[in-house]
């Protein structure tokens, strides 16, 4: 039997057993950042996804019919926060499971991969310092990185405006150098 320690924000619950882990999700007890481990040092990974995976090996095969259980009605019930640490508020207790658009990264946000405008603009913005490719690669960017930041106004599950920030002054810093430093040299060679 498995011990579990949770996290939320700095304070480290436990140890758990799964069947007390499991129980806090199935009663929307666990928020987004909450993380989980089987150490009180790590490896931490977000709680809801442990307990998805959990979830999914605990299904009984659906082709067997007595595995089938009618379903039940099950009602939201206001927790104690002082008792409970990880007690969600009275207003989103009663909250219903997200629809995928409504979901997160598993990532928690550091790889913002539902946010593909804001990703691409991150990287091709570092790449924009190449000399010579630089001043293309800097234009798309930046206008990847406002496509980015538009994306995650729409939908803020999403994030990736630190990633489109990034793409967005890189690729103008860049781009504007390069065109700077290409009229000086353009300007030196008529000289010549």
């Not at 009618?70 to 989103?92: G, K, L, R």
């Not at 930041?149 to 002054?169: D, F």
Request: negative net charge.
């Amino acid at each position: 039997m498995g011990c579990y320690f949770l996290r939320r924000a700095e304070e480290v619950v436990g140890p758990l057993t799964l069947a007390e882990v499991m129980a806090d999700f199935r009663a929307n007890q666990l928020t987004a950042t909450d993380t989980i481990a089987d150490s009180q040092l790590g490896p931490w990974e977000p709680a809801v996804d442990f307990c998805h995976r959990q979830a999914a090996l605990d299904q009984p095969d659906p082709t067997d019919p007595s595995s089938r259980v009618p379903p039940q009605i099950v009602t939201a019930s206001v927790v104690d926060s002082e008792s409970n640490p990880f007690a969600a508020p009275p207003a989103a207790s009663a909250s219903t499971t997200p629809t995928p658009s409504a979901e997160g990264d598993a990532t928690g946000g550091m790889i913002p991969y539902k946010n593909p405008h804001a990703l691409t603009a991150y990287y091709l913005g570092i790449f924009s310092g190449l000399p010579l490719l630089g001043l293309p690669i800097g234009i798309a960017a930046f206008v990847l990185g406002l496509k980015g930041l538009r994306a995650r106004k729409e939908n803020p599950v999403i994030k990736g405006s630190v990633h489109a920030a990034i793409g967005i002054g890189c690729g103008g810093l860049f781009s504007l150098l390069w065109t700077v430093l290409g009229l000086i040299g353009l300007a030196a060679w008529l000289r010549l």
